[in-house]
């Protein structure tokens, strides 16, 4: 999130735009600046985001993967460059459980 | 059998292992998502390393008939101690005045300085054997469901025959008030206060107060007035918390889509009165399949509500989380001995109770272990949905060695906590206000005036 944050208050990009949303952009890096300050001192002192990264850090053997890669579809012209909702490195989000068995 | 740290010498009473064959028993609330099974891993298509050919009738009957009359002892009698309640006695000169020593890392007699160890509980408990044969879950005799009238225990002292009552929420050894020899709790009570396995205090408590120091004296800037004044880093408390360890032989499976960019190119627009510059992507979209086996080894598990991280909105506990890992390969079979000079949590948690957030983590893990084989997918992959199934899991109770320092604030309780054993430290300290918003308000006004400035000077440029 601080990233992101940090992306919008680069004088550059708010100022990037069209001539009208230059006072916009100029206005905006402040109050962005200050916000920034705090969510950082806030982490520093909280750390509510700091955590043991189990899920790469334990002991974990893998074996007897098995991978299936099927094409289904090709599409054209896409905009942005990361897909809608990838979540492959978001390891702590649930997704639909399916029931399994061996 | 102890480990004698002094070179040869006498040895002491220890545990006698098995007892009589039986079934194991099954891990509480195992008719959930832990529930165990047999298994092959099920494939259909695209490389597979190392696949084990499909389990016969024959093999898999067999696997049953094993679960349900093992051969050697089951884990809850490895675990069992046997020793019995009262007093633990030196093995040299039979005192029962013994604690734990942090420069010796050994039990050492207070008459005549004999040092010892309990045995490793990996090896006492069997632990060696390979995770990949676990079928079914076992627990060890620590980790069994909590009977909650279990709280009081009456010993009678070995020593002059006297009755000594000790309560089990607060300690779990006590002075006879006849004879002043120590009496111990030796054995597991259903009551979550005597676990299989303790990881004993490397870091002494002059370690951890400098530790805690450190950290919050890099901290001061903008750290509450009062809690400055107010803190005392003398008071850190060593404390033992209980953590439920499994060992897991699991299958896990993921599917989802991936997006694969096959050609960039960029085009010029028209946005209403002006042309842009656009980059476009045509992809190749993926059906996406992952089915593998994880073996996970000590994955511990917080076990008492009072410092869960989400049981106890009152204080802090996530700092808890960011002090792991602890080598729990190294902890050793329990003895009462090990505590002292120290407070302990009692376990109040059941493998029931943990249960949803064990499958949670071991989703996590296969997680993790399958984005390496993901590098085809440049955008991104969608994982939309996950199942583990759990082959076999074997549970023992352990206390983790902690320094913690507290403060109240008046809302909450601010936990500096510090590894006993390798000093990793994490902690919250409350913020004063005034200062980290007066600091933002600084920097944004600071930032506005030379945006604004530089603004004004383009505009005459």
Known sequence: ?102 | MSHDVNGPGPQGERPATPGAPGAGPMGAGSGGPMGPGPGEPAGDGGPAAGQEPAASAEDLLAQVEEAAHPSGPTLEERTRIRKEHGLDKCPRCGSSDIAYDIPQRALVCSYCRYAFNEPNAHEAFGFTSPIQDLRGVTIGAGSEDIVEDQDVVTLKCQGCGADVVIKLEEQLQSRCHWCRQTLSINTQVPNGAVPDAVLPFLLSREQAVEKVKEFVGARRTFADRRFLRDFTPENVLGVYMPYLMVDANIHAELAGTGEDTVRTYTERVKVGDREETRTYYDVDVYQVARKFDLLVDDLATQSSTRYHRDRNESATNYVLRAIQPFDVEDALVYNSNYLTGHTSERRDLDIGDIDEEVVEKFLAIARARAQPTLGKYDRGVKWEAEGVSVRGARWVAVLLPVWLYSQYDGRLSHYVAVNGRTGQTMGSIPISQPRAIGASCLVATIVTVLAVGGGILSMFA
Do not use: C, W
Not at chain 1, 16 to 36: E, H, K, M, Q, T
């Open chain 1, 1 to 102: 999130m601080i990233t992101d944050l940090m992306i919008l208050a680069d004088p550059m990009l708010l100022a990037g735009g069209s001539d009208g949303d230059y006072p916009f952009g100029v206005l905006a890096a402040g109050p962005i600046a200050g916000i920034l300050v705090y969510l950082g001192i806030y982490s520093r002192y909280r750390n509510k985001d700091k955590r043991y990264r189990f899920e790469s850090e334990s002991k974990v053997e893998v074996g007897n993967m098995m991978t299936r890669d099927a094409k289904i579809k090709h599409r054209r012209r896409v905009s942005g460059s990361r897909m809608g909702g990838a979540n492959e490195s978001r390891h702590l989000e649930r997704v639909r459980r399916m029931q399994i068995s061996g």
